[in-house]
C-alpha cells in the first residue's frame, strides 16, 4: 500500500516518536563460580615450593626451547585449521557489513526508453496513427528506507555484531589449542626420543652382558641356559626399538602437519634429539573468575548467547507492520533528447506499509524456535563454563601428582643403575650368578624408561595447565592481527 507524500510524511513522524525494540535485552548470564581452584596449593605446600611462574603470554618461550618457540610461531602463521577459522571470522564480518547497510537508505538509479502501440479501447478518440508509435523516456533515481520502528534492524546487527565476536574468540580459542598440540607434540617427541636412547643403550650393555657370558660358556665356566637366557634379554629390548622408532615417526609427521606443512618437511631437522627442558614447579593458576574471563572458548559461547538472544527481537518484530519509506526524483519526456529540458522533472514520496497479520501464527511460531535457540545457547555456556573449570581443575592435579611422580621415578631410574653395575661386576668376581644380573638389567630398562615417560607425562602436564589457564596470548597471535584491523 503505499501512501501520498504529505500523509507519508505525518504518518513518518509519528511513527519515529513510537519507535521501540521489540524483544529481550541481552542480560550477561552470571557464570557458576567458585572462590578458588579445590586442586591449587594449600598454604602449606605453598611455603615449600618456589615463586609460582604466571600463566600469561608466550608460555612456549618460557621453556628456553629456540626450536620449539620457532614452530609455534610457525603453526600460528601457516595452520591451515586457523586458516579456516580465520576464513569463518571474515565472513562473520562481511555479514555485518551488510545488515549495517540496512540502517541506511536503499539509492538505486534507473533509466527506461519503451515504444507502444496502443488500441483504440486504451486511447479513445485518437486516430489509428495517434495511437502507433508513441514513445517515452524516463530516467531518475530512487532511494527506499526500512523504517526500523520496531527494532527489526537494529536486533539484525546487534546479533551479527556478537557472530563477530564469537568467531573472534572462536579463533582465539583454536590458536590455544593449537599451540598447545604444538607444544605437547613435541615434548613427546623428545621424550620418545629418549626412551630410544634408553632401549638403544640399554641393548649395548646387554650385549656386553652375553659376550661376558658366552666367553664363561667357552672357559667352560657357564651353560647354554645362561647364555639363551641372556640372548633372550637382549632380543626382547632390541623388540622394543622399532616401536619407539615409529612413535618418533608419528610426532614429527604430526608437528610437520600442525605447522602447515607436508609430514615428512621436518624430518631432518626434528631428528637430533634434544633434552625435555627444565620445567617450573609451580604455575600460578589465579582465581576461577580469572579463568572464565581469559578462556576464549567461554567468550565465545556469552557472544553465541548474546546473538541467539538479538535473533528473537528480529522474528519478533514481524508481529508488527512494516514501514518502508520510498522517494523518486527523476524526469519523464516522451523524447529523448527532451528529458532534462524544463517541466520534464517527476518526483515522488512515499510511505510503504507491509503487515501480513493474518500470518501470525508462522510469526509466533519462529518466535518459540528463536526461544529455544536462546535457551539452548545459555545452557551450552553453562556447559562451558562448567568445563573449563574441570579443564584447569584437572591440569592442576596433573601437574602436581606428574611433579611428585617425576621424582620418584628419578630415584628409582638411579638406583636401578647402580644396582646393575654392582650386579655385573659381581657377577664377574663369580659372587652371584647370571640371573641377578639379568634382572638388575631388566629392572634398570624399565626404570629408566619409565622415567623418561614421566618425565614426559610431567612436560605434557606442564602444557595442558597452560593452554587451561592462559586463553588467548594477545600480542603472540599473527592472526589475530587481521581482527584487529578489521
Known amino acids: 500500500m503505499v501512501i501520498p507524500a504529505r500523509l507519508a510524511l505525518t504518518a513518518l513522524s509519528v511513527a519515529l516518536l513510537a519507535a521501540c525494540t521489540v524483544g529481550p535485552d541481552y542480560v550477561r548470564p552470571t557464570p557458576q563460580e567458585p572462590a578458588a581452584f579445590a586442586r591449587a596449593p594449600t598454604a602449606a605446600e605453598l611455603a615449600s615450593l618456589p615463586e609460582a611462574a604466571p600463566a600469561g603470554d608466550a608460555f612456549w618461550e618460557r621453556f628456553g626451547d629456540a626450536q620449539l618457540t620457532a614452530l609455534v610461531e610457525e603453526a600460528l602463521n601457516a595452520n591451515h585449521d586457523l586458516r579456516i577459522a580465520l576464513s569463518r571470522y571474515d565472513r562473520a564480518n562481511a555479514l555485518l557489513r551488510g545488515a549495517r547497510f540496512d540502517q541506511i537508505p536503499t539509492?538505486?538509479?534507473?533509466?527506461?526508453?519503451?515504444?507502444?502501440?496502443?488500441?483504440?479501447?486504451?486511447?479513445?478518440?485518437?486516430?489509428?496513427?495517434?495511437?502507433?508509435?508513441?514513445?517515452?523516456?524516463?530516467?531518475?533515481?530512487?532511494?527506499?528506507?526500512?523504517?526500523?520502528?520496531?527494532?527489526?534492524?537494529?536486533?539484525?546487527?546487534?546479533?551479527?555484531?556478537?557472530?563477530?565476536?564469537?568467531?573472534?574468540?572462536?579463533?582465539?580459542?583454536?590458536?590455544?589449542?593449537?599451540?598447545?598440540?604444538?607444544?605437547?607434540?613435541?615434548?613427546?617427541?623428545?621424550?620418545?626420543?629418549?626412551?630410544?636412547?634408553?632401549?638403544?643403550?640399554?641393548?649395548?650393555?646387554?650385549?656386553?652382558?652375553?659376550?661376558?657370558?658366552?666367553?664363561?660358556?667357552?672357559?667352560?665356566?657357564?651353560?647354554?641356559?645362561?647364555?639363551?637366557?641372556?640372548?633372550?634379554?637382549?632380543?626382547?629390548?632390541?623388540?622394543?626399538?622399532?616401536?619407539?622408532?615409529?612413535?618418533?615417526?608419528?610426532?614429527?609427521?604430526?608437528?610437520?602437519?600442525?605447522?602447515?606443512?607436508?609430514?615428512?618437511?621436518?624430518?631432518?631437522?626434528?631428528?637430533?634429539?634434544?633434552?625435555?627442558?627444565?620445567?617450573?614447579?609451580?604455575?600460578?593458576?589465579?582465581?576461577?573468575?580469572?579463568?572464565?574471563?581469559?578462556?576464549?572458548?567461554?567468550?565465545?559461547?556469552?557472544?553465541?548467547?548474546?546473538?541467539?538472544?538479538?535473533?528473537?527481537?528480529?522474528?519478533?518484530?514481524?508481529?508488527?507492520?512494516?514501514?518502508?519509506?520510498?522517494?523518486?526524483?527523476?524526469?519523464?519526456?516522451?523524447?529523448?533528447?527532451?528529458?532534462?529540458?524544463?517541466?520534464?522533472a517527476t518526483g515522488l514520496v512515499a510511505l510503504g506499509i507491509d503487515w501480513s497479520f493474518l500470518d501470525a501464527g508462522r510469526v509466533r511460531a519462529r518466535i518459540a524456535a528463536a526461544d529455544a535457540d536462546a535457551e539452548g545457547e545459555l545452557a551450552r555456556y553453562r556447559q562451558i563454563v562448567l568445563l573449563a573449570l574441570e579443564d584447569t581443575e584437572n591440569a592442576l592435579i596433573r601437574q602436581a601428582r606428574a611433579r611428585t611422580e617425576d621424582q620418584h621415578r628419578e630415584q628409582a631410574a638411579i638406583d636401578?643403575?647402580?644396582?646393575?653395575?654392582?650386579?655385573?661386576?659381581?657377577?664377574?668376581?663369580?659372587?652371584?650368578?647370571?640371573?641377578?644380573v639379568l634382572d638388575a638389567e631388566r629392572q634398570q630398562l624399565e626404570a629408566q624408561d619409565a622415567f623418561a615417560a614421566a618425565r614426559t607425562r610431567s612436560a605434557v602436564s606442564v602444557v595442558a595447565l597452560y593452554r587451561a589457564l592462559a586463553g588467548g596470548w594477545p600480542g603472540k597471535m599473527p592472526l589475530r592481527e587481521k581482527i584487529a584491523n578489521n
Open 107 to 344: 539509492i538505486t538509479a534507473q533509466a527506461n526508453a519503451s515504444e507502444a502501440n496502443l488500441s483504440a479501447d486504451q486511447a479513445p478518440g485518437l486516430s489509428s496513427d495517434a495511437r502507433d508509435g508513441i514513445k517515452s523516456y524516463d530516467a531518475g533515481v530512487v532511494a527506499a528506507w526500512e523504517l526500523d520502528l520496531w527494532g527489526r534492524v537494529r536486533r539484525n546487527v546487534e546479533s551479527n555484531r556478537a557472530n563477530v565476536e564469537a568467531n573472534a574468540h572462536e579463533l582465539a580459542a583454536l590458536q590455544v589449542a593449537i599451540v598447545g598440540d604444538v607444544a605437547r607434540s613435541y615434548f613427546e617427541l623428545r621424550g620418545l626420543q629418549e626412551r630410544l636412547r634408553v632401549a638403544r643403550n640399554n641393548a649395548e650393555n646387554q650385549r656386553e652382558t652375553l659376550r661376558l657370558v658366552k666367553v664363561r660358556y667357552d672357559a667352560g665356566r657357564g651353560t647354554e641356559f645362561d647364555t639363551s637366557r641372556a640372548n633372550a634379554q637382549l632380543e626382547a629390548t632390541l623388540a622394543n626399538v622399532p616401536a619407539l622408532e615409529a612413535q618418533v615417526a608419528f610426532a614429527q609427521h604430526r608437528i610437520a602437519v600442525l605447522t602447515g606443512q607436508t609430514p615428512d618437511a621436518l624430518i631432518a631437522e626434528l631428528d637430533p634429539p634434544v633434552p625435555l627442558p627444565a620445567l617450573p614447579e609451580r604455575i600460578d593458576a589465579g582465581t576461577p573468575g580469572d579463568l572464565l574471563r581469559r578462556r576464549p572458548d567461554v567468550a565465545a559461547a556469552e557472544q553465541r548467547l548474546h546473538s541467539a538472544t538479538a535473533r528473537i527481537g528480529v522474528v519478533t518484530a514481524d508481529l508488527f507492520p512494516r514501514f518502508t519509506l520510498g522517494g523518486l526524483l527523476g524526469t519523464q519526456a516522451g523524447d529523448a533528447g527532451a528529458l532534462f529540458e524544463g517541466g520534464s
Open 416 to 436: 636401578s643403575t647402580n644396582a646393575a653395575r654392582i650386579a655385573r661386576v659381581r657377577y664377574e668376581a663369580g659372587a652371584v650368578d647370571l640371573f641377578e
